[in-house]
């Protein structure tokens, strides 16, 4: 039980940082652009108006966004890891040095404890954000 309840706090922060580091970054909204351009090319594809050349051509531009859109997002949530697991690391290294990194995690809770902070956190962020815009 008391182990349990120090993984859900030394996740924590780490998950905070990881949500921080995707708002920050606009993930979302480049993932966003990303299904736009998908659902662009799915009218494209079954269009009887539009030839099957310049459906080629369209098609052809479409997936180098697609392409490039996938790579930044990629690149986004590789960072948003970097940050999250050097945080779990320095956690682990200034408190629970005595047992081994990996197996301290290999939980379930651990999952499900980084999930719920997660979607707490972000809603929280949400209301926190939203009041102070509004303020203003």
Avoid at 81 to 98: D, R
Wanted: proline share 1%; aromatic share 10%; charged share 20%.
């Amino acid at each position: 039980m008391i182990d349990g309840v120090i993984r859900f706090f030394a996740l924590i922060v780490p998950t905070c940082i990881f949500i921080e580091v995707i708002v920050r970054l606009h993930t979302v909204r480049k993932a966003q652009h990303m299904l736009r351009l998908v659902n662009r090319s799915l009218k494209v594809i079954v269009s009887k108006k539009i030839s099957e050349h310049w459906k080629e051509k369209v098609l052809l531009a479409y997936s180098r966004k697609m392409m490039g859109l996938t790579i930044v997002v990629f690149l986004c949530v590789i960072a948003a890891l970097v940050g999250a697991l050097a945080a779990l690391a320095l956690e682990w290294k200034a408190f629970l040095s005595s047992t081994r990194f990996m197996a301290w995690f290999d939980h379930k809770d651990a999952i499900v404890s980084s999930c719920v902070i997660a979607v707490a956190y972000g809603w929280v962020r949400a209301r926190v954000c939203e009041r102070a815009l509004f303020r203003t």
